[in-house]
């Protein structure tokens, strides 16, 4: 199990994000970013719509993907 902040995933605030794998905390971000920016949160709505682009284009969205894994990849357990 590892953590990151939603700030490391590109988000504006420190909220912290727990997976055992890149993919689990990506996951993790996208449901924050939809809970906080659906509760009327607006500093919260530009990193929502890059994380939804990121969907839609995955080639594009690729590079953050892999800095996102390699960031993930060089956290210490626990
Ligand atoms: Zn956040």
Redesign the pocket.
């Known amino acids: 199990m590892k953590t990151m902040?939603?700030?490391q995933l590109g988000?504006?605030?420190?909220?912290p994000l727990h997976g055992g794998t890149a993919d689990e905390v990506i996951k993790a971000?996208d449901r924050?970013?939809n809970e906080?920016v659906s509760s009327g949160d607006e500093?919260?709505k530009n990193?929502l719509k890059e994380m939804k682009g990121r969907w839609k284009h995955p080639i594009s969205g690729m590079g953050w993907y892999k800095n996102a894994k390699h960031d993930f990849a060089a956290l210490p357990e626990g």
């Not at 988000?11 to 909220?15: A, K, M, S, T, V």
Request: net charge neutral; hydrophobic share 35%.
């Open positions: 902040t939603c700030r988000g504006p605030c420190d909220f971000q924050h970013l906080i500093a919260h990193a």
